[in-house]
């Protein structure tokens, strides 16, 4: 088995999408590690806030079985093909870490946004605070206390999984 860590983020429906994410991913690999959820304006293009977490999970599959299943569960999910890569979507669906992997095929592992982006590195250090980035050396929550917290609006919301109101 291994573990693996997947971002998940919506700007269309968000909360409906984040919920079919996780029923999704959790009848294909079973138990989940769930981050807190966040909103964040949208990167690189002008659209409505994201929802994003990372989820957490252990796996047999490997890594392009991987991509290909979270490929499917995001077109289940109404994800247009061949969308724009900075734009609207109902789901989406990245594979961050696989293990130690490191490999730039079928996939870029780890995957470089970790680095980059406060909606995936901040829900990532809130679960795996401990295990090591396998190009930096540095743990997650290091990463984060060194990440530009100015550079990207992120705030932590409360979700509720079930149908219950989702802001509080």
């Known amino acids: 088995m291994t ?42 293009f002008e659209g409505e806030h994201f929802l994003n977490m990372v989820i957490g999970a252990e796996t047999e599959l490997d890594i392009a079985a991987l991509v290909a299943l979270f490929k499917q569960i995001e077109l289940d999910n109404g994800r247009k093909p061949g969308a724009r890569k900075f734009s609207a979507r109902t789901l989406d669906l990245d594979l961050l870490l696989f293990g130690d992997a490191v490999c730039q095929a079928p996939i870029e592992l780890p995957r470089a946004e970790i680095l980059h982006n406060a909606f995936v590195l901040w829900p990532l250090a809130d679960i795996a605070p401990q295990l ?13 206390d060194q990440f530009d917290k100015q550079s990207q609006r992120l705030w932590p919301v409360a979700f509720s999984w079930d149908n219950a109101p989702l802001f509080q």
């Open 3 to 44: 573990r693996i860590y997947i971002s998940v983020g919506s700007n269309i429906e968000p909360e409906k999408y984040l919920r079919n994410a996780r029923s999704a991913l959790a009848a294909h690999l079973g138990e989940l590690h769930l981050s807190p959820v966040y909103q964040s304006e949208a990167v690189g």
């Open 132 to 144: 090591v980035h396998p190009l930096s050396g540095q743990n997650y929550a290091a990463l984060w």
